[in-house]
T-cell receptor, first 116, second 111 residues
Framework: GAVVSQHPSRVICKSGTSVKIECRSL??????MFWYRQFPKQSLMLMATSNEGSKATYEQGVEKDKFLINHASLTLSTLTVTSAHPEDSSFYIC????????????FGEGSWLTVV | QKEVEQNSGPLSVPEGAIASLNCTYS??????FFWYRQYSGKSPELIMSIYSNGDKEDGRFTAQLNKASQYVSLLIRDSQPSDSATYLCAVKGGGADGLTFGKGTHLIIQP
């Protein structure tokens, strides 16, 4: 089946620094990718919708200047957490929509971010 | 505001019994419905998708959809300890919309 790869799976960064998370669709072209955040024991919360070649659409309450999203190609979207703080520590998950299969959404493996 | 409601549980079911998970959604325009299983610390994995009213069976899993009642359910037959996880109900509109997730039901299968 379709595969979405996410990297890194775990990252620790210092407070105030930036960290980039990559999301790749490996065997299909994804014009739309989604970024979610999940805090412990809570559900996935959609942060933003990433559209290839255009600006991302952010959900209410998500700071677009803090969570920079770039979707430069049909197979790659990146999320950069800028000026990270400990409260940004979370599980970040991307997903990609496979238009060739009825817009079925496939998830990446997720990235654990710890800000110290 | 799209909402998806699930009982958070935990739902405890004896091994070999049927586990029944329920979900309601608020947006009548929703077109696609999904059940994901998520183990602790892992990404969700797709269990079932359903798009039309009625039942859809896949192995030990049966998804049921009732659009009039805005209700989706998942039945797991012959429950196994490995089925213990959080089950997320997700709903999607048309086109390239993202998924709206419920908070998940924590299922525990007792050996």
């Amino acid at each position: 089946g379709a595969v979405v790869s996410q990297h890194p799976s775990r990252v620790i960064c210092k407070s105030g620094t930036s960290v980039k998370i990559e999301c790749r669709s490996l065997d299909f072209q994804a014009t739309t990718m989604f970024w979610y955040r999940q805090f412990p024991k809570q559900s996935l919360m959609l942060m933003a919708t990433s559209n290839e070649g255009s600006k991302a659409t952010y959900e209410q309450g998500v700071e677009k200047d803090k969570f920079l999203i770039n979707h430069a190609s049909l197979t790659l979207s990146t999320l950069t957490v800028t000026s990270a703080h400990p409260e940004d520590s979370s599980f970040y998950i991307c997903s990609a929509s496979d238009r060739g299969h009825g817009n079925t959404i496939y998830f990446g493996e997720g990235s654990w971010l710890t800000v110290v | 505001q799209k909402e998806v409601e699930q009982n958070s549980g935990p739902l405890s079911v004896p091994e070999g019994a049927i586990a029944s998970l329920n979900c309601t959604y608020s947006d009548r325009g929703s077109q696609s419905f999904f059940w994901y299983r998520q183990y602790s610390g892992k990404s969700p994995e797709l269990i079932m998708s359903i798009y039309s009213n009625g039942d859809k069976e896949d192995g030990r899993f049966t998804a049921q959809l009732n659009k009039a009642s805005q209700y989706v359910s998942l039945l797991i037959r012959d429950s196994q300890p490995s089925d213990s996880a959080t089950y997320l109900c997700a709903v999607k509109g048309g086109g390239a919309d993202g998924l709206t997730f419920g908070k998940g039901t924590h299922l525990i299968i007792q050996p």
